[in-house]
């Protein structure tokens, strides 16, 4: 009982709000609120000494130190909880719309299912919302859960962190996903495209050039043949025989 116990310690020590925050588990602005008269409910104070939780000589040394952490003596028993939603007290069920617009519009990446545990709804009414499709939607007002008493600081936190380590973990395998619908065949950059029409502009001077060398020694050979067959004629003189 988180919120008993750090509204005792505002109304019987001399604690700094970070100590009591710290030790209940709750987010200082809670504490600060339940100071303040503000909180949204109204909590009857639980006494930590009484159960054993806390001494009287630590609450003096917390006291005498603010910057000092309490200590807890002994854990409070668990209290097991049935499984199924999770209750909320009929004067804060209608309260649920607005803490399910305020996650809605603030923390997207928070998935219904995390939203129904978190406020204790159902997906047909985060859906509802979503869509604003609610029948009472004119008068739904996105507020911070938290504020609402509907869940506590601490629990929202947790479910914010592990919604973004889903979707850090989801987008490799999308850009992963995208890298392979792209062909095979891409196109290449023109750095790469410069350095193949090079390439090809040197094989075909290579074999022009070996054309070329061909054709001059077919040249060279015929102009011998004929220098050749020229000169055995004139060895040979008609006129003589």
């Not at 000589?57 to 002994?74: A, S």
């Not at 998935?111 to 997906?123: F, H, K, N, V, Y």
């Not at 936190?157 to 973004?164: E, I, L, N, S």
Request: aromatic share 4%; net charge negative; glycine share 4%.
């Amino acid at each position: 009982m988180p919120h008993a116990t750090a509204s005792w310690l505002v109304d019987n020590t001399a604690l700094s709000f970070t100590q009591i925050a710290d030790f209940c588990g709750l987010h200082i602005l809670e504490v600060q609120a339940m100071a303040d008269d503000l909180a949204s409910a109204k909590y009857t104070g639980r006494d930590p000494v009484h159960s054993g939780e806390l001494t009287h000589e630590e609450i003096e040394r917390g006291q005498d130190d603010p910057n000092y952490r309490l200590k807890m003596q002994k854990a409070p028993v668990d209290v097991s909880r049935t499984k199924g939603p999770r209750y909320t007290p009929v004067s804060k069920r209608q309260d649920k719309p607005d803490g399910i617009a305020w996650i809605l519009r603030n923390h997207p990446e928070i998935s219904d299912a995390q939203i129904g545990r978190l406020i204790g709804t159902t997906r047909n009414t985060i859906n509802a919302i979503r869509d604003r499709s609610h029948w009472n939607i004119a008068n739904i007002q996105p507020k911070d859960p938290v504020t609402l008493g509907l869940c506590s600081q601490r629990e929202l936190d947790a479910a914010v962190a592990k919604a973004a380590k889903r979707v850090a973990a989801d987008a490799p395998a999308e850009d992963e996903a995208v890298e392979m619908e792209v062909p095979a065949a891409a196109p290449r950059d023109d750095k790469q495209a410069l350095i193949d029409e090079l390439r090809r502009e040197r094989e075909e001077a290579t074999k022009a050039a070996a054309r070329a060398a061909q054709e001059a020694e077919a040249e060279a050979w015929l102009e011998a043949k004929r220098a050749a067959e020229s000169k055995g004629e004139q060895e040979v003189d008609p006129s003589s025989l």
